[in-house]
């Protein structure tokens, strides 16, 4: 390795290799026109087109069968890939024993058209089809409705115009047997669901709602994007025989427990409060001192060894008295409208008492003030710890110009969109047009990790990766959430995580806590520190299914 080569990226190198090894080929998302680059090359690579639609078939079929037995099934087959897709899996279903019917839409059946025989091969076995164009009416289609699993092989993940005429009438029927007919009718989307755009998430109202999803591969953009998000069901990655080597430049990839669980820091019996590190919160003020409460009580329950409340008397008073496990380090304070801020001058203390930290947490309750934002210049060093930024941290950031170029080495960002509008100087609306691309943007141009909250929450670093975390729930739309979420990841900064990974545990940590609230309180009613107790109990569990999974493989 160079000499010259700084310590910044060193640690970017060693982190895009672990993330390289560690995130596996099926949690990788890609847009369409990547998934079909992934396809070329595997057919030039000798692993055809044809192999590959044989296993997509037989793994939908295989997943029907294992959730819901050898069950009565329709699949619905168009006339692209996707619908060969289907008709493979109505070969591998009837030759397992389930009672299937095949319709079909747009689909030439002569042999000439008839793509590696698929639909000649399922007439040579009996099994039942009819065509849309021979059925104008929908007679047939309404009395093989009554089954008890639909499969949706019409449209694929290519298709992106509005569904209209006969193809909307006919998913219109079936929306309609399944609202007849729920819980008993089940829906299996072949790689998505019909009229979703599998690169932005749209989805056209006659679109037929999945209670599954098999894609081939890697999951599509628009399984993680809303609506389609949430149209899509269960989501099954399956494997079609691509090499993963040939995604190894895909860059985005979804969280899950596995890859949280490997990044965990570690708890050694054998330890003392100064090897899980210490952080600092500079938090607070007269108007909101319940935000220097939930920061401050998140890191601790993150693990951070030692936290250390930063702020005006007031909101240490108010703090100490309901958290007694923190220090407190109080500042100079200044009049705002509402009430007592942190002074300008207060930046001095921070930057002496913070000596000696791993990490620092800015913004929670601070107010955006002409004092906090006079502070905010004062304070910004590239000296400074591995910092977040949240809240009105980062609208007394966007006040600055060329704040970006003053962050600390390791500073992670956490804005809902409103506050990247500000950051960004764009409006709401163009945040959220496009927003995994304006994280990925902005995380490479301010050389920080950018976490941009929303359904899905979205975290980008400056070499290009970006994680999505897919939780999505009311339970977390409620005040002082945000702030748990900038104290959690400020705890696991304080153990030593680097900014990014430190950031996609604290939001799975974070968006979990959130379920958990949602099933044993229910999602109205959450208030952000019923949050806190599930943090422990989360990593809890994660560390011990390590223990349990080392025990077993000591003993093979």
Not at 49 to 55: D, F, N, R
Not at 219 to 244: N, Q, R, S, T
Not at 461 to 486: H, I, K, Q, R, Y
Request: glycine residues 8%; charged residues 15%; aromatic residues 6%.
């Amino acid at each position: 390795m160079s000499q010259q080569m700084t310590l910044a990226q060193e640690m970017t190198l060693a982190q895009e290799m672990t993330l390289d090894s560690l995130i596996p080929a099926q949690q990788r998302i890609v847009t369409v026109a990547e998934m079909q680059a992934l396809e070329r090359a595997a057919d030039a690579s000798g692993h055809s087109y044809a192999a590959m639609m044989e296993l997509a078939g037989r793994v939908v079929a295989e997943a029907i069968l294992e959730r819901y037995g050898r069950v009565s099934c329709l699949v619905l087959a168009g006339p692209g890939n996707n619908g060969g897709d289907g008709l493979v899996c109505a070969r591998h279903l009837h030759e397992a024993g389930a009672a299937v019917r095949v319709y079909l839409w747009k689909r030439a059946t002569d042999p000439e058209r008839d793509y590696e025989g698929h639909f000649a091969r399922l007439q040579a076995l009996g099994v039942p089809a009819a065509h849309a164009d021979a059925d104008p009416s929908f007679e047939t289609l309404r009395a093989w409705l009554d089954c008890s699993v639909v499969v949706d092989a019409l449209l694929g993940t290519g298709a992106n115009r509005p569904i209209q005429g006969q193809l909307a009438d006919l998913l219109d029927e079936v929306r309609r047997a399944r609202k007849l007919r729920q819980p008993s009718f089940h829906v299996v989307a072949v790689d998505c669901v019909s009229g979703m755009n599998c690169d932005t998430g749209a989805l056209d109202p006659h679109s037929l709602p999945a209670d599954l999803t098999v894609t081939f591969a890697c999951a599509k953009a628009g399984h993680y994007l809303f609506p389609a998000a949430e149209a899509g069901g269960e989501l099954l990655v399956a494997d079609i025989g691509i090499d993963p080597a040939l995604v190894q430049s895909v860059r985005t990839f979804a969280l899950d427990e596995a890859t949280i669980r490997a990044w965990l820091p570690a708890r050694p019996a054998n330890s003392h409060k100064g090897a899980f590190g210490k952080v600092m919160l500079v938090v607070g003020s007269e108007a909101y001192p319940g935000a220097a409460y939930l920061a401050s009580a998140a890191a601790g329950r993150a693990g951070a060894g030692l936290v250390t409340v930063a702020s005006i008397r007031a909101v240490c008073s108010l703090t100490a008295a309901k958290l007694p496990e923190p220090t407190y380090t109080l500042l100079p304070e200044a009049m705002g409208p509402n009430g007592a801020v942190i002074a300008a001058d207060a930046a001095h203390t921070v930057h002496e008492a913070v000596k000696g930290y791993r990490a620092l947490v800015v913004g929670c309750g601070l107010s955006n003030t002409p004092a906090t934002r006079q502070f905010m210049a004062n304070l910004l060093d590239s000296s400074l710890p591995a910092a977040v930024f949240d809240a009105d941290g980062l609208n007394c950031l966007a006040s600055h110009e060329g704040w970006w170029g003053r962050l600390p080495l390791h500073t992670v960002l956490t804005p809902h969109p409103a506050e990247m509008a500000r950051l960004c100087g764009l409006s709401v609306e163009q945040v959220l047009a496009d927003r995994w691309a304006l994280a990925r943007q902005k995380a490479a141009e301010w050389g920080c990790t950018v976490l941009l909250k929303g359904p899905y929450t979205v975290i980008a670093e400056p070499s290009g990766w970006l994680a999505v975390l897919p939780v999505a729930t009311s339970a977390l739309a409620t005040a002082g959430s945000g702030d748990v979420l900038a104290g959690v990841i400020g705890g696991l900064l304080a153990q030593g995580l680097e900014a990014f990974t430190a950031s996609c545990v604290g939001a799975w940590l974070h968006g979990m806590a959130g379920l958990a609230c949602a099933a044993s309180i229910g999602e109205a009613g959450v208030v952000a520190s019923d949050l806190l107790p599930h943090l422990p109990r989360l990593q809890r569990r994660l560390r011990h299914d390590n223990e349990s999974l080392a025990s077993s493989n000591d003993l093979v």
